[in-house]
């Protein structure tokens, strides 16, 4: 079972089944967070982006690829009223390999939003997915 315990202010320590650990922070107005926490609405776009891109290395592996270098970005529009959710999350993946193939990376990007991952899945019910990606071949 996971938990989610209050420290002070608007700081929380999650502690998932598996183990892992993290730190949810929402700052007050004009304040820094401390480094390594995030605001649970960022946590949402980071989790959508570590579920894509594990199933898009996972496939590409399959694939044969040679993926040396990967990183993607992620951005989401929020509704102004309560509750703030995603209206559009705009995914972008970069690749730089050997010998790339367009078709193989187009596959394995959309096996992961229509079939794999799960928080896309979840999140699409809601929001407007999208994604670009460019690849870059040395």
């Known amino acids: 079972m996971s938990e989610v315990k209050w420290i002070e202010s608007m700081k929380f320590t999650a502690i998932s089944d598996s183990g892992s650990k993290l ?13 390594n926490t995030f605001k649970p609405m960022e946590m949402l776009l980071l989790s959508l982006a570590g579920c894509t891109g594990m199933d898009v ?3 590409l592996k399959k694939m ?10 992620v951005e989401g529009k ?42 896309s899945a979840m999140l699409k019910q809601s929001s407007e997915v999208t994604f670009a990606y460019e690849m870059e071949n040395i």
Do not use: W
């Open 23 to 35: 730190v949810f922070e929402a700052p007050e107005e004009g304040k820094s967070p401390e480094t």
């Open 57 to 59: 290395i996972s496939i």
């Open 64 to 73: 044969r690829m040679e993926i040396l270098e990967f990183k993607m970005t």
């Open 78 to 119: 929020r509704r102004e009223e309560h509750p703030k959710i995603y209206t559009e999350i705009k995914l972008h993946y970069h690749f730089k390999g050997k010998n790339l193939e367009r078709d193989k990376i187009e596959r394995a990007i959309n096996l992961s939003q229509e079939k794999y991952c799960s928080v």
